[in-house]
């Protein structure tokens, strides 16, 4: 079926091709249309990458990271649109400082929420992503995205809410997008293991803090789309002040990885429609009729 839309909403520019990247370029390649929305314009990131670390890049981030997205998105085959918002940036230290004045994560619930609904009215996504109640990690504008996408899933299809915003459009169903699992990391181990060679990441896998549970007993949905691992990790390149390109997003080769983990994964959360539970597709229990 084609002709279908998907809004994957996320938090920072670099957030659209580290969560969920393979899935997108895959239906937009397969003729479905993709819009990524993107809250806050990153201007709080850290130069991560040592070589962009350069005179000029930092006195001029905000515009390099909509370069950088631009890019991205490109890359991936998606629309894009900011939302508008500031960057809360990751406080650290403890006791941890306070948000500073006007970012998004302060902002007032109604107002970003308004903003959205008004974009999801405006290009009608039968299928919504974002992340779960934890924000996938515990950066503020991550838990305040999950908010924001769950209120703008609701209030979109209520034509009493935000009647300014547009007709009202129900979307039909609502995932959070699982990345970090577990699993995936001891399988790449296995095979590690298996040919002899020492595992990359067997550091990072050593710090997992198990107590925070098994993610993929959430998971309701895997996406097969190993063939657009290569344009997840160009994508991911361009946001080139955020990834380092030596770094652990690389470690594993695209082959090993496109052998034993070769999907993306999701948690339906929300929907409208019937659909039989694990599926494959997120567009799964959509019928023609639902295409508008």
């Known amino acids: 079926m084609s002709g279908l839309r998907l809004m994957a909403v996320h938090a920072h520019p670099d957030d659209e091709s580290s969560k969920g990247a393979a899935t997108t370029a895959r239906y937009a390649a397969e003729g479905h249309e993709v819009l ?104 503020p504008d991550h838990i305040r995205c999950h908010e924001v996408s769950v209120a703008a899933y609701e209030a979109a299809g209520d034509p009493d809410r935000f009647p300014e915003a547009g007709p009202a459009w129900k979307v039909q169903k609502l995932y959070y997008s699982h990345g970090f699992i577990r699993k995936r990391l001891e399988l790449f181990r296995e095979e590690y293991e298996r040919r002899g060679e020492p595992f990359p990441m067997a550091e990072w896998l050593k710090r997992w803090r198990t107590e925070q549970g098994d993610i993929m007993a959430r998971v309701t949905t895997q996406i097969t789309c190993s063939d657009y691992f290569p344009k997840r990790d160009d994508a991911l390149r361009a946001h080139a002040t955020q990834i380092d390109p030596n770094g652990s997003f690389f470690a594993v080769p695209l082959d090993i990885q496109q052998k034993v983990w070769p999907t993306e994964e999701f948690e339906l959360a929300k929907t409208r429609v019937h659909t039989a539970i694990p599926e494959t597709d997120l567009f799964a229990g959509l019928e023609d009729g639902q295409v508008r």
Request: proline residues 12%.
């Open 36 to 139: 990524v929305v993107t809250l806050t314009g990153g201007e709080a990131g850290d130069i991560l990458n040592p070589a962009m670390d350069i005179p000029g890049i930092r006195e001029r981030m905000p515009e390099v990271r909509r370069e950088e997205m631009a890019e991205a998105a490109r890359i991936l085959g998606v629309q894009h649109r900011w939302l508008g918002f500031v960057d809360s940036g990751l406080p650290e230290g403890d006791p941890k400082p306070p948000l500073p004045e006007g970012c998004f994560a302060l902002v007032p619930l109604e107002e970003p929420t308004r903003k959205l609904v008004e974009v999801i009215r405006e290009f009608r996504p039968h299928v919504m992503t974002t992340y779960d109640e934890n924000g996938g990690y515990p950066h």
